[in-house]
């Protein structure tokens, strides 16, 4: 059995996210990237269509999360999992936690998340999202 792929970006440039959700073969340009996850912002991905199409081939779906969402999702998978996690790995668990809430996954699936980024690319991103929260 395949397993369903799900593809989880920032809600700040989502082009991969929007294609699926309108049912695209391919991603649009993403006209004005932003998010603080700076390896997310990939307004018009190369590999956008093949992503498209394996996520759309796979039985799956995907989702954008908002910065905040990124951010929290890291911080609190590197605090309990004890997963080294930077900004943007977030964007998974964010993505996952999501789907999740919306009944989107069955109760007895495994989930399986990768983990894009390392821990030491960006610290300071996670610092500056901590101390606004007074941590």
């Not at 996210?17 to 912002?41: F, H």
């Not at 991905?45 to 989702?63: D, F, L, N, Q, R």
């Not at 929290?72 to 999740?100: D, I």
């Not at 495994?110 to 030491?120: E, H, K, R, Y």
């Amino acid at each position: 059995m395949v397993p369903r792929l799900i593809a989880a970006q920032a809600s700040g440039c989502a082009p991969i996210a929007a294609a699926v959700d309108r049912g695209l073969d391919e991603p649009e340009p993403w006209s004005t990237p932003d998010t603080i996850c700076g390896e997310l912002e990939i307004p018009d991905p190369a590999g956008g269509a093949a992503a498209v199409e394996a996520v759309t081939e796979s039985g799956g779906t995907a989702t954008a999360a908002d910065d905040e969402d990124v951010l929290a999702s890291a911080v609190a998978v590197a605090q309990n999992e004890v997963v080294e996690m930077g900004a943007t790995g977030g964007a998974a668990p964010a993505g996952a936690w999501e789907l999740a809430e919306e009944g989107f996954f069955d109760g007895d699936e495994t989930v399986v998340l990768l983990n894009s980024d390392a821990g030491l690319k960006t610290p300071d991103v996670l610092r500056s999202h901590l101390m606004g929260q007074g941590i």
